[in-house]
């Protein structure tokens, strides 16, 4: 599932690849403000995880985003009408079209054409505060580098710091786990005269083997509001995602899930995850 930090039992060397497909299609005003974000996103995610020491051990995420056009439009029109779920701006904006368009006053920014490029990097230090075979406990101290570029929204412009708290508690086939961090950041290129100083985050979440190597997952994630703005999608978000993962016995963990705005229109429509992990 997405934005998790690797638990204790997880601990040696590690590599995975993520991949997060997201669709979102809103109109919002407020006031002076207005907002349309009409786009699709894609990211790929390498991560690289190794021991430092029995209870320390690093991270290195490498993010590569495309922001654009896609072809999900009409998936989620069909999503949505199957399952009941409310359709927001998206009958009233051209379907599998890109544009990104932010006004306050005289100030604002527009995007009109698909981008891509290499995300912001960042790096993770965690340490062990309990490990045992039912619980785990782990804290880690992240920095977020502005490797990404602004313009092409793959990066903020700034340096940003994270300090997390992940634990879990397994009994017999199932895994009750959350965390919560809290980020502060870096004065970026994005809006910077509306940025906040510090994010507040955090997810709990719930799975359970229901045969063999596979797992069924839920979990819910939120965040306090980054910019100072009316507008809902710069507000607070909460996201439910839901899928499972598969342990292989050549020792590979597929992943896949599914996440919808519980706040509808805070964040992205819908994301899909897959992800593919492989520990050594």
Not at 67 to 93: K, V
Not at 172 to 197: I, K, M, N
Not at 215 to 235: C, I, R, Y
Request: one cysteine or more; charged letters at 20%.
């Amino acid at each position: 599932m997405p934005t998790r930090l690797s638990s204790s039992e997880e601990r040696g060397w590690s590599g995975g690849l993520d991949l997060l497909w997201g669709s979102t299609a809103l109109t919002q005003q407020a006031g002076a403000e207005a907002l349309i974000v009409d786009a699709e996103t894609r990211e790929a995610r390498l991560t690289l995880q190794a021991p430092l020491s029995k209870r320390f051990a690093f991270q290195l995420q490498l993010p590569y985003r495309y922001t654009g056009a896609g072809n999900l439009d009409g998936f989620i029109d069909g999503w949505h009408d199957a399952f009941g779920l409310p359709e927001g701006a998206r009958s009233d904006l051209p379907s599998d079209a890109i544009n990104i368009t932010y006004i306050r006053g005289t100030r604002g920014l527009s995007m009109t054409s698909s981008v891509s490029g290499l995300g912001d990097a960042q790096a993770s230090l965690g340490y062990d505060v309990v490990a045992s075979e039912a619980s785990a406990l782990s804290a880690w101290l992240s920095v977020k580098l502005p490797t990404g570029d602004s313009d092409k929204l793959t990066g903020s412009g700034a340096t940003d710091v994270s300090l997390t708290l992940a634990g879990e508690r397994r009994v017999d086939a199932w895994c009750v786990f959350g965390q919560a961090a809290v980020t502060w950041l870096g004065e970026g290129d994005l809006l910077p005269y509306r940025q906040r100083s510090v994010v507040w985050s955090g997810l709990a979440g719930v799975s359970g083997r229901v045969w063999q190597g596979l797992s069924l997952k839920a979990q819910v994630d939120a965040h306090t509001a980054a910019f100072d703005s009316e507008l809902d999608f710069l507000n607070e978000a909460i996201v439910l995602t839901v899928g499972g993962d598969y342990r292989f016995a050549s020792g590979w963990l597929m992943n896949i899930g599914v996440s919808e705005d519980i706040a509808v229109e805070h964040s992205p429509d819908v994301v899909f995850f897959f992800s593919a992990k492989r520990g050594w």
